[in-house]
């Protein structure tokens, strides 16, 4: 548990040196799958002040284990997440400005380039925006849900594409562990920034072709990638 809970705080202390949240405009997590637990930062916690002791503990059901915080408002939606994408074990939440303008504008982010194309096997999707009754309800739980129903819908593999727009709040995305998440949400923010400057340039940019799209993540993905020594990274 000490381990997990030394992660998530280096990985949380990541977010603001990446110029991904302002205040306390976001969290990250992971999960211990042997273990089935959750470690989460608490809520509202300022980051220049963060350590290990803001740090929560819970189970799969958000039951608290370890830590006297109250954990992220979002603890839901990371619960949701790892519920429902097995194959994931961290989970960030930010509200980075790139991002978060496409998911105002409730579009998708196009595969605009190689860039995009090295970490994400298509559009990175962004969700139909929550009902009344949602966000009246168990909004952080049902903010999971859209999460998934939008993946599933399209059939997209979380995996292959590790990130989501949520539409009129913000980015979500995951990895492999809570450092690998935050770095996906850091190329999506590139990603989206780029996006935006590729349309203010061209008056009708079209994605880039399959082919290509194809080329670039699959030199770093799945059994026959080539990229690398062998440890696998998102630079060029």
């Given amino acids: 548990m000490h381990v997990l ?3 998530v705080l280096a990985a949380n ?65 990371h619960l949701e997440l790892y519920r429902r994408f097995p194959a994931i074990g961290g989970v960030v939440h930010t509200h980075s400005r790139w991002a978060t303008s496409w998911s105002q504008a409730c579009r998708d982010l196009p595969p605009y380039g190689t860039t995009h194309a090295d970490t994400f096997y298509g559009p990175v999707p962004c969700t139909r ?14 903010t999971g849900h859209v999460i998934a129903e939008t993946f599933e819908s399209r059939r997209i593999d979380p995996v292959a594409v590790p990130a989501v727009l949520v539409a009129g709040h913000g980015p979500f995305a995951w990895g492999t562990d809570a450092v690998d998440a935050v770095q996906h949400a ?38 026959d990638a080539y990229y690398g020594q062998g440890g696998g990274s998102d630079a060029v």
């Avoid at 079209?206 to 699959?218: N, V």
Wanted: charge should be negative; charged fraction near 20%.
């Fill in 186 to 223: 850091a190329i999506l923010e590139e990603c989206a920034q780029m996006a935006y400057h590729t349309e203010t340039i061209a008056t009708a940019p079209a994605p880039i072709s399959q082919t290509l799209l194809d080329r670039h993540y699959l030199r770093k993905h799945g059994k």
């Fill in 13 to 77: 202390l990541l977010l603001p040196r990446m110029g991904l949240v302002v205040f306390t405009w976001g969290n990250v997590s992971a999960i211990d799958r042997a273990g089935n637990l959750i470690a989460i930062k608490g809520s509202g916690i300022p980051y220049e002040e963060m350590t290990a002791a803001d740090i929560v503990v819970v189970d799969l059901n958000g039951k608290l284990v370890h830590g006297n915080r109250r954990p992220s408002s979002d603890l839901e939606t």
């Fill in 5 to 7: 809970i030394e992660k």
């Fill in 129 to 142: 925006p929550l009902t009344d009754a949602e966000i009246n309800g168990a909004y952080e739980l049902e």
